[in-house]
């Protein structure tokens, strides 16, 4: 199995569901709500336990309901919170509207996630140990880079979401090996609204990048080779929120694996295609099985 740490955000979604999401100044009626654990970094973590990987997660939850709540449903999922802290800040929260085509607008508030800007004893070592190391920018970009510079330090790949989108330092830039923006991450980095020049242009940082295309696929760029589009299977969407987490973590329990690069992003994409037919983040998050039986359809 594929060890893989996470070094990243636990929040709870505050979902909201209603047919167009309002424009500025604008009220519209919603017609259900839900909260559901997510943040990016326990999204990918939960994607990627369910996609078989051996997964244990570095962050922070505040002392409250909601902190319970989300270490729990990380336990239940199989996911190691041995590193997972409590602190005294409320828990972060992920404000969301999603409209019928599946589309979603977020407003994140980090909470716990802002304490979260440097290792402590024991993280590092942990970090050591794995065969990955997940990371993305909902928490202080000292401890990414922190995280960045363990996992380089010791031979683990280290695979980066730069999401929420935002200057990166060029220390993180040197310690990433895998970079997976989405399409408009890749243009906010480069300045560069096609995907396959933006994928070009960050290669001057990064060995290797996936720029993730939501139903079109994904785009594979490498030093020394030829860029490569990977389609997605051709689903309904229901509710696109952790989409691309589910993406990341699949496609690191396949690389893990020792999959081609192709057959690891067709795989990746198979679970992303099945978490969007499903509402909710980490609670659409498919399992091993499914992925499987998707993937092979």
Not at 193 to 203: C, I, K, N, V, Y
Not at 243 to 261: I, K, N, S, W
Request: one cysteine or more; glycine letters at 10%; proline letters at 7%.
């Amino acid at each position: 199995m594929t060890d893989i740490v996470v070094l990243g955000s636990t929040n709870m979604d505050l979902v909201a569901y209603v047919e167009k999401a309002p424009q500025r100044g604008e009220t519209v009626t919603g017609r259900e709500f839900r909260t559901i654990p997510g943040g990016k970094g326990a999204n990918q973590a939960v994607a990627a336990a369910h996609a078989g990987g051996t997964v244990s997660m570095i962050g922070a939850v505040g002392n409250d309901s909601f902190g319970t709540r989300l270490r729990s449903t990380l336990e239940h999922c199989g996911v190691n919170t041995d590193h997972l802290r409590t602190v005294e800040s409320p828990s972060g929260t992920a404000h969301i509207v999603v409209d019928d085509e599946g589309g979603n607008a977020i407003v994140v508030v980090p909470g716990a996630n802002g304490t979260v800007d440097h290792l402590v004893p024991g993280d590092a070592v942990l970090i050591a140990s794995a065969d990955a190391l997940l990371l993305q920018l909902e928490i202080p970009l000292a401890a990414v880079v922190a995280g960045a510079r363990a996992a380089r330090a010791h031979g683990v790949r280290t695979i980066l979401t730069p999401a929420p989108a935002q200057p990166l330092p060029p220390e993180l830039l040197a310690t990433t090996d895998l970079l997976v923006p989405n399409e408009h991450e890749a243009a906010a980095l480069t300045g560069r609204t096609d995907p396959r020049e933006a994928a070009l242009a960050l290669l001057d940082t990064v060995p290797e990048v996936v720029v993730t295309l939501g139903a079109a696929g994904s785009l594979y760029a490498a030093r020394g080779a030829e860029p490569v589009t990977v389609p997605a299977p051709r689903v309904t969407a229901v509710d696109s929120t952790g989409a691309g987490d589910t993406f990341v973590g699949a496609l690191a329990v396949a690389l893990g694996e020792e999959r081609p690069v192709r057959e690891a992003l067709s795989w990746a994409a198979a679970a992303a295609a099945l978490s969007v037919q499903r509402p909710g983040a980490s609670a659409s998050m498919p399992y091993r099985s499914e992925i499987e039986k998707q993937y092979t359809s």
